[in-house]
């Protein structure tokens, strides 16, 4: 065989390899950022945000306690001070972080101190947890620009706090309205959570 041929079927081979699927750079993570937000019963709140553009992902979990760990168990029992959340993943190219915040506050009770719907205690309570000063900038003019508003009767009590550790749920609490759908159906009608918010916020997504 020539030598020139010799050449070039391995310079040949490193161009096809180069469009190969497997030589393909891996996604940048900066394409995918994070936010956290409590907003009641977490099978809820992961259904609602998966419906979204852009969203990536959505785990269920605990944060915001002082205990170094937190399940299901410990977290109802308010033995940690953990709330029920939920981790969003986005693109923020697709949807942005202030997209997010109302879409959140559109689908809470921001004026319930104690709970959300008919799940009342302290891991059950709102929060919009910030990971930088970016995402509490937002959050806080979001906040602000809401009570200015007035839209309710009563306060808006659902605070901005520093992100905490999140620690996921339980296996079969992520995805719960996918694998039980007549469970969480039966759930979510009966606690009145639709229901509520429309009263709140007008609509019924």
């Known amino acids: 065989m020539p030598r020139t041929r010799l050449l070039l079927i391995p310079l040949f081979g490193l161009l096809i390899s180069s469009f190969s699927p497997l030589a393909q750079s ?8 994070t936010a956290i937000f409590a907003g009641g019963c977490f099978w809820c709140i992961e259904a609602d945000f998966e419906k979204l553009d852009g969203v990536i992902e959505v785990e269920s ?14 977290v109802s029992r308010t033995e940690t001070g953990h709330y029920e959340a939920v981790e969003v993943h986005y693109n923020p190219r697709e ?20 709970g959300q719907f008919c799940d009342k205690g302290s891991s059950y309570r709102s929060a919009i947890f910030y990971a930088n000063d970016e995402q509490r900038e937002i959050a806080m003019k979001s ?10 009767a009563a306060d808006i009590v659902t ?4 992100t905490k550790p999140f620690y996921l749920a339980e296996t079969y609490h992520q995805d719960y309205y996918k694998k039980n759908p007549i469970r969480y159906r039966y759930y979510r009608n009966g606690c009145g959570r639709d229901q509520r918010v429309a009263e709140l916020w007008g609509g019924d997504d």
């Open 26 to 33: 891996a996604p940048d993570a900066k394409t995918t950022q």
């Open 159 to 162: 605070p901005i706090l520093p």
């Open 143 to 152: 906040l602000l620009e809401l009570q200015a508003s007035k839209p309710f």
């Open 61 to 74: 979990g605990y944060t915001g306690g002082s205990a170094k760990t937190a399940n299901y168990k410990a």
């Open 95 to 114: 949807i942005s972080y202030a997209q997010l915040v109302d879409y959140f506050w559109r689908h809470i009770d921001p004026t319930d101190a104690h």
